[in-house]
């Protein structure tokens, strides 16, 4: 197996490292060291042959793509040697298999630190997301909200989406059906993504808990507490380029500001290097029906549009 590394001048491998490791587990450590250090799409590593392969393509580099900060996953490019990962998924290439569970194992929960690059193919997203709503979400029993719900609500959309809708919790629409946003505020939120340009499936939507807080109160802190890594490990599968909170509780938790919507919304926030725009909640947006409050909304969504340079239209 070959390894074109690039990036030796900048200090972050040491291939005798690699070698002591073996050559897949050593080689998704520099990856994921490249990632930390500055962004996959700077990583200039080119892994060569199938076992490999896999990982050269999870980091977006070995195909000339290095330089892109964000390019959707084409499936029958995904594998190293003409091969797809339907094949390496299916056990075909046993280095291609045994790179991807650990790459798995050592993204997901990988820390705080910033994300960037366009992280794992899409197939790899839906499988992630998909096990974590199946074998974890559906069952789940971490907190009290699991006494009263119907179903959980683990959230949709796009697995490769620029924008990720994060709302507070399920309500009574949403318990019933098992998906977010369906009721009054769900029809808001789909006219205010069309009034981006964008369709529902287009974006992702979740909320910082997965199941109805009874009488649609406000999730008490230990059950966001509870929740909320689901939300994270969601977010650092799809690595969105804008997150965009909905009401007060998602941009507290997002931002770690305690202060009121007024003086969040409107203005560019961070979390773990991506971009964040706090707005109102389209239920407030409907029990506060003002010329004020839409103008606002509709501002703080013209400058998410602005920055993935969307053209929009108005409903
Ligand atoms: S709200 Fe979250 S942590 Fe609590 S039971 Fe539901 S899924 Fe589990």
């Known amino acids: 197996m070959a390894l074109e590394v690039g990036a030796v001048g900048f200090g972050f491998y040491d291939l005798r490292a690699v070698e002591k490791e073996g050559p897949i587990k050593g080689r998704i450590r520099l990856w994921l060291q490249g990632e930390r250090a500055m962004g996959l799409s700077a990583l200039a590593v080119r892994m060569v042959e199938a076992g490999a392969g896999f990982v050269a393509e999870a980091a977006g580099v070995g195909r000339g793509v290095v330089g892109k900060t964000r390019e959707r996953a084409k499936p029958r490019e995904l594998g190293s040697s003409g091969e797809d990962s339907r094949e390496m998924a299916a056990g075909e290439c046993k280095g291609a298999g045994e790179a991807k569970q650990a790459v798995v194992a050592m993204f997901v929960g990988g820390g705080d630190g910033p994300i960037s690059g366009p992280g794992l193919p899409r197939e790899e997203k839906i499988r992630l997301l998909s096990a974590m709503d199946e074998k974890e979400v559906k069952g789940c029993r971490k907190c009290g909200l699991s006494e009263s719900r119907t179903h959980t609500v683990f959230g949709e959309g796009d697995r490769e989406a620029e924008i990720f809708f994060i709302g ?21 939120l789909d006219e205010m993504i069309a009034a981006m340009g964008l369709r529902r499936d ?16 406000a999730p008490a802190p230990e059950e966001t507490g509870a929740c909320t890594g689901y939300l994270v490990r969601q977010l650092e599968i799809v690595r969105p380029k804008v997150i ?3 009401g007060l509780p998602a941009a507290r938790y997002i931002t ?12 560019w926030h961070t979390w773990r290097g991506i971009k964040v725009m706090p707005t109102y909640h389209p239920s407030y947006i409907l029990r506060n029906y003002s010329m004020e409050i839409r103008k606002a909304v509709w501002s703080d969504l013209q400058k998410v549009m602005a920055e993935l340079g969307l053209k929009g239209k108005r409903v």
């Open 168 to 188: 507070e919790g399920p309500g009574e629409s949403e318990d019933l059906s098992g998906r977010p946003f369906v009721g009054r505020a769900g029809q808001k």
């Open 202 to 217: 287009e974006v992702f939507i979740a909320n910082i808990v997965k199941c109805r807080p009874p009488g649609n109160r």
């Open 244 to 246: 965009v909170t909905l």
């Open 256 to 267: 770690k500001l305690e202060l009121s919507m007024g003086r969040m919304r409107g203005e």
